[in-house]
């Protein structure tokens, strides 16, 4: 019966249905409240309610469900409490409560869902913490609470979870601190991104392989990450305090700036062996990029408005994706290293025209390329070297439809970008390598944009054999 939404109220009689094994009531927003005759339901396996942001409470012959394996009140955001009964259905697997926003607790007798493996809390703005009882929930393997802004802290019992695998708090802005004292055996990932309140660091498993703490306000890492033998991604936010934690210099695969005033960064960034991914997006003072580590793949500097320069170095890294879009200050020697600089993926930067060093290129989105006056045909694994120039439609507005994703087809075969590109008013370049099956003397390229707002005004191919050594 969903998207029945000016449905109010079902009869009594409804419960009469007592061999039912599914029920969808999604997008009944004017439903108030369900007859408690439903509780007869006893076979029911399956009992969604998405979107019911009119329904203020569940009848407590809800608990009658014994055998009810999924539950989801996705979108409730009415719902203030849930019954005690709801704790007799121990065979539950999985509980959606995702952006029940007034929910302000759950009731303790939630311990008793002892089959209970994924439970989802994810924007329910209003709780503030959990039941003690949760540490009964053995089985539990997934707990979501992302964006649970005012939710502080977790009981200690948190720590009888020997079966969770993956904790995701991002954006719970309250919180302080995590138990100590405790080691989740099968804790494998955990998400803390943009827990601005949390300073110190989370000591909760040693098996953690995933461990992002971007956005917070940890600025140190104990010795006791040695210890971490599965970490494998770490990410962190940048602060000049981090210097003091060198011994964790090759764990850190990830930096994040959550200062955007920043100026510079320091030199000793260089020094993290591991880093895979820098983000400067949004840091409009930052005027130069020092020397960065070899195992650098992705460099994100959107938007970073002042960037003049970067270290002579730059083009020496193999990056998989480089993006300077909005960056309209880079100076000629940045562009030049930018051109120079190999990606598996793509790069993005400002610019006006494609470089005449491209012997093929077209205006518009379309060209012909063949191979006369090359050394050697097009074979098997070719590489190839495009770029394209984007830039806005005369009649749409600045930020109107500014994102948008590039395909291609060469030889009528598609491919796709699947990267969304932020653009401004003026044009940007997009630069891209490929390494195709191909067997013919000529190529037709065409490239299409992911939305109406954008055009190809230029673009152009070259076999990454025959650029010249500067390019």
């Known amino acids: 019966m969903s998207g029945c939404s000016s449905l109010v109220e079902l009869p009594s009689s409804f419960g009469n249905m007592i061999h039912l094994l599914d029920l969808f009531l999604n997008g009944c927003s004017s439903l108030v409240k369900l007859p408690f005759s439903i509780g007869n339901m006893i076979d029911l396996r399956r009992l969604s309610l998405n979107g019911c942001s009119s329904l203020v409470e569940l009848p407590s012959s809800i608990g009658n469900m014994i055998d009810l394996r999924e539950l989801s009140l996705k979108g409730c955001s009415s719902l203030v409490d849930l019954p005690s009964s709801i704790g007799n259905m121990i065979y539950l697997k999985k509980l959606y409560l995702n952006d029940c926003s007034s929910l302000l607790e759950l009731p303790s007798s939630i311990g008793s869902m002892t089959y209970l493996e994924e439970l989802f809390l994810d924007g329910c703005s209003s709780l503030v913490a959990l039941p003690s009882s949760i ?15 005012n939710f502080v802290e977790f009981p200690d019992s948190i720590g009888n979870l020997q079966n969770l695998q993956m904790l995701f708090l991002r954006s719970c802005s309250k919180l302080k601190t995590l138990p100590i004292n405790i080691n989740m055996k ?9 827990c601005s309140s949390l300073e110190s660091f989370p000591e909760i498993s040693t098996n953690i392989s995933v461990l992002k703490l971007n956005g917070t306000a ?33 764990c850190i695969t990830e930096l994040h700036f ?13 020094e993290m062996s591991r880093l895979h991914t820098l983000v400067i997006r949004g840091c409009t003072k930052l005027v130069s990029l020092p020397e960065l580590p070899e195992s650098l793949a992705i460099l994100d500097a959107e938007n970073c408005e002042s960037l003049e320069r970067l270290d002579r170095s730059f083009n020496k890294t193999m990056f998989t994706e480089i993006n300077f879009l909005n960056c309209f200050k880079l100076n000629q020697e940045a562009r030049d290293l930018i051109i120079k600089t190999s990606t598996r993926a793509f ?3 400002p610019g006006e025209k494609v470089p005449t060093y491209f012997t093929y290129r077209a205006i518009g989105r379309s060209l012909i390329m063949n191979s006369n006056g090359f050394e050697t045909h097009f074979s098997t694994d070719s590489r190839l070297k495009v770029w394209v120039l984007l830039v806005k439609k005369v009649d749409v507005e600045v930020g109107d439809r500014n994102t948008t994703s590039i395909s291609y087809h060469i030889n009528d075969k598609r491919d796709r970008l699947w990267k969304q590109f932020s653009l401004s008013s003026k044009g940007h370049l997009l630069v891209f390598e490929l390494e ?27 076999p990454l054999e025959t650029l010249a050594p500067s390019c």
């Open 218 to 250: 940890v600025a140190e890492i104990p010795h006791s990450i040695r210890s971490l033998s599965r970490l494998d991604s770490l990410r962190m936010s940048y602060c000049e305090n981090l210097r003091k934690s060198q011994h964790a210099f090759d």
């Open 186 to 194: 099968a804790l494998d990932e955990v998400d803390l991104t943009d």
């Open 347 to 349: 790069t993005a930067f």
């Open 258 to 270: 959550s200062d955007t005033t920043i100026q510079e960064i320091s030199p000793w960034v260089k």
């Open 135 to 149: 540490g009964n929930m053995t089985n539990i393997k997934r707990l979501y609470l992302i964006g649970c802004s």
């Open 436 to 462: 195709k099956a191909v067997s013919s003397n000529e190529l037709v390229f065409d490239f299409y944009l992911g939305n109406g707002g954008w055009e190809i005004k230029e673009c152009g191919v070259r």
